[in-house]
């Protein structure tokens, strides 16, 4: 899906997101020795999440 436009629910919540962002890695971070399809599942997720921040806070910054 790369070169997608971010899925983003109007209204999502950019503090939301971040703590989703958070969890993600604080989760990625326990893992001992990740495998690497864990490690490019983390990347594409995080990468996915961290897009529709950025569109969110967009969002928010534009009155929308």
């Given at each position: 899906r790369r070169g997608d436009a971010p899925r983003v629910a109007p209204g999502e919540d950019p503090e939301r997101?971040?703590?989703?962002?958070a969890a993600?890695?604080?989760a990625?971070?326990?893992r001992r020795a990740p495998s690497d399809a864990d490690s490019a599942e983390y990347?594409?997720?995080r990468d996915e999440l961290k897009a529709r921040l950025t569109d969110a806070l967009d969002r928010q910054r534009q009155g929308r």
């Open positions: 997101l971040a703590r989703e962002i993600l890695d604080a990625h971070e326990r990347r594409s997720r």
